[in-house]
């Protein structure tokens, strides 16, 4: 069995900046690629930022230049920093990692940007 656990999100103002973590457990022996993605109510869910295994990376126009995604291979973990964070980043963000021929998903976590 593969687990998520997200971690990192909150309330933050305008300009401000959150980490989040995806942390995976279980019997696991390698991960392709993982991502962040993030939704808002009445709305699809939208790619944030992508890494596959080589390190190469992928960003959404919108958050290109303020968020970077990395991951710690060891730890099974990928992260998101997200720096000057706007009022239009709030949303639930959810992890997703690819493992063998499977998506697994996160549980979400809330980030919410105040003006």
């Known amino acids: 069995q593969v687990q998520l656990v997200e971690s990192g999100g909150g309330l933050v103002q305008a300009g401000g900046s959150l980490r989040l973590s995806c942390a995976a457990s279980?019997?696991?022996?390698?991960?392709?690629?993982m991502g962040w993605y993030r939704q808002v109510p009445g709305k699809q869910r939208e790619l944030v930022a992508t890494?596959?295994?080589?390190?190469?990376?992928n960003y959404a126009d919108s958050v290109k230049g303020r968020f970077t995604i990395s991951r710690d291979n060891a730890k099974k973990t990928v992260y998101l920093q997200m720096n000057s964070l706007k009022p239009e980043d709030t949303a639930v963000y959810y992890c997703?990692?690819?493992?063998?021929?499977?998506?697994?998903w996160g549980q979400g976590t809330q980030v919410t940007v105040s003006s």
């Open positions: 279980g019997t696991i022996f390698s991960i392709n690629g």
């Open positions: 890494i596959t295994s080589a390190g190469s990376t």
């Open positions: 997703k990692l690819e493992i063998l021929i499977r998506d697994y």
